[in-house]
C-alpha cells in the first residue's frame, strides 16, 4: 500500500516527506514503547506511535523504518519533524487513536511487522 493511500484512509497529514508519497509500506508496527520496535525486523514499514520525541526518529532509522504515523492528534516539536526530515522520513499525524488505526490498515492488508516468537 503506498503512503499516500496510507495517508487518505486514515486521514492524515504529512509532516514532512510528502515527496515520498508513493513509497510502498508492507508491514505496520504500533508501539509507544521504542523498546518494543527494537523487535521491529522488516524493511518497508509504517511505525505507529503516541510519542513524540526524538526517541522515536532514532529508533526508526535504526531499524530502517521510513515512516512513523504519530496517533490519538499527537504532533512533535519542529525539532523532531526537522531530524526526521535530515534522515528523508516520511513524518504523518492522524486524530484517530492507534487501535483503529492499526485495524484499518490490517483490514487493507497490511501485515504486523513483529518477530514471530
Do not use: W
Amino acid at each position: 500500500m503506498k503512503v499516500s493511500e496510507i495517508a487518505k484512509l486514515l486521514e492524515a497529514e504529512y509532516l514532512c516527506g510528502e515527496e515520498q508519497r508513493d513509497m510502498e509500506i508492507l508491514c505496520a508496527c504500533g508501539a509507544d514503547m521504542m523498546s518494543d520496535v527494537l523487535a521491529f525486523t522488516k524493511h518497508d514499514a509504517i511505525l505507529m506511535t503516541g510519542l513524540v520525541n526524538n526517541h522515536v526518529i532514532r529508533t526508526a532509522e535504526m531499524m530502517d523504518i521510513p515512516c512513523v504515523l504519530f496517533v490519538r492528534g499527537k504532533r512533535p516539536a519542529q525539532d523532531i519533524i526537522d531530524m526526521a526530515n535530515e534522515r528523508d522520513m516520511i513524518l504523518l499525524a492522524t486524530d484517530k487513536p492507534m487501535f483503529t488505526t492499526c485495524g484499518m490498515l490490517y483490514q487493507e492488508g497490511i501485515k504486523g511487522g513483529m518477530r514471530e516468537a
